[in-house]
C-alpha cells in the first residue's frame, strides 16, 4: 500500500530544533514534489514548505530563514529541519507528496498520517 510515514515529532523548549521526516513505503517509486503543512488547534492548515524533484524550495514566510526542506532519492525521504522554534509553531505536522506508484506506475498525491509538534515557552 502506498503511504507515507511521519516521524521526528515531539516536545521542545522554545529556540530548541527538531528534524521532521516522510518516508514513502516500498509500493511508491519515487516522489515528486515534497511538502509539509501544518496545523494548529482552531486554524486552518497551512503550507510550510515545499521542494521539487529538481530540489527547488519555497517557504512560507513565518518559517523562512528557520526551516529547511530537503530530500534523499535514494531513501525516498523528504526531511523538515526546524531551528530556532517559536510557541507560534506548535501544531500537527503533515507531510504531502506527489509520488509514482511502483506498481500501477501512475501518480498519487498522498498524505502522512501528522506528527505532533509542541514548542514551550
Known amino acids: 500500500q502506498a503511504q507515507l510515514v511521519e516521524s521526528g515529532g515531539g516536545l521542545v523548549q522554545a529556540g530548541g530544533s527538531l528534524r521532521l521526516s516522510c518516508a514513502a513505503s516500498r509500493s511508491i517509486f519515487s516522489i515528486n514534489t515534497g511538502g509539509w503543512y501544518r496545523q494548529a488547534p482552531g486554524k486552518q492548515r497551512e503550507l510550510v514548505a515545499t521542494?521539487?524533484?529538481?530540489?527547488?524550495?519555497s517557504y512560507a514566510d513565518s518559517v523562512k530563514g528557520r526551516f529547511t526542506i530537503s530530500r534523499d532519492n535514494a531513501k525516498n525521504t523528504v526531511y523538515l529541519q526546524m531551528n530556532s522554534l517559536k510557541p507560534e509553531d506548535t501544531a500537527v505536522y503533515y507531510c504531502?507528496?506527489?509520488?509514482?506508484?511502483?506498481?500501477?506506475?501512475?501518480?498519487?498525491?498522498?498524505w502522512g498520517q501528522g506528527t505532533q509538534v509542541t514548542v514551550s515557552s
Open positions: 504531502n507528496a506527489e509520488v509514482r506508484s511502483s506498481s500501477s506506475w501512475g501518480l498519487l498525491v498522498l
Open positions: 521542494i521539487t524533484n529538481d530540489g527547488r524550495t
